[in-house]
């Protein structure tokens, strides 16, 4: 089974530029979760999908950060414009089942992620 | 005070020591109790899988939980070279969303 595929892997762009991530998950999995995780620290939900909606992103910094999964399938994260701050690994993880069904074995599977720089 | 609080080390031990990770926490909805391995630059793994109180152990990797203090560990037998990594606690509530809340992380290397 293929694991949850990220792109780019590297990223280095300057402030107020910006950038673009993408997320593959595990097919059939209806659940879609993006992390940001800074250096030094763990990774902290941003926001998650459920199939094509938006279960929580009351952690998204939304003047800056826009997400989206159409057709409940893959996702992009956007940042625009980066800040300094927005350093970090962006970690995609995916779930196969949906919120509130068979929450004992809903196991979370993450991407590689993609480490952006910005400078 | 934090929600989870974890000793980011960094941890060295000789191969073959025993190895104790823990982590404190606040929240009482907190029901599922997770342990994750991060290799550098990869993504975080599941490792050890809780349900409320108790212990649980796969092959040299013990997890602990004690509700009533609150507090988490990890123990790991027979420490192996191939075990250095970062672990992450991590934790669920048993309603709303399927949201991981995660600890710091402890930066573990076993020295040869």
């Known amino acids: 089974e293929a694991g949850v595929a990220q792109s780019p892997r590297y990223k280095i762009i300057e402030k107020r530029q910006s950038v673009a991530f993408w997320c593959n998950p595990i097919?059939?999995?209806?659940?879609l979760y993006w992390y940001q995780q800074i250096l030094g620290q763990g990774p902290k939900l941003l926001i998650q999908f459920q199939n094509n909606g938006v279960v929580d992103d009351s952690q998204l910094p939304k003047d800056r950060f826009s997400a989206e999964r159409l057709k409940g399938v893959d996702s992009t994260l956007k940042i625009q414009p980066a800040k300094l701050e927005d350093s970090a690994v962006y970690l995609c993880a995916s779930s196969l089942a949906g919120v509130g069904i068979q929450k004992e074995n809903n196991e979370q599977f993450f991407g590689p992620g993609t480490r952006l720089t910005v400078l | 005070q934090k929600e989870v609080e974890q000793d980011p080390g960094p941890l060295s031990v000789p191969e073959g020591a025993i190895v104790s990770l823990n982590c404190t926490y606040s929240?009482?909805?907190?029901?599922?109790f997770m342990w994750y391995r991060q290799y550098s630059r990869k993504g975080p793994e599941l490792l050890m899988y809780t349900y409320s109180s108790g212990n649980k152990e796969d092959g040299r990797f013990t997890a602990q939980v004690d509700k009533s203090s609150k507090y988490i560990s990890l123990f790991i037998r027979d420490s192996q070279p191939s075990d250095s990594a970062t672990y992450l606690c991590?934790?669920?509530?048993?309603?709303?969303?399927?949201?991981?809340?995660f600890g710091t992380g402890t930066r573990l290397t076993i020295i040869p």
């Open positions: 991590a934790f669920r509530s048993n309603f709303g969303n399927e949201k991981l809340t």
């Open positions: 929240n009482s909805a907190f029901q599922y």
């Open positions: 097919s059939g999995h209806a659940t």
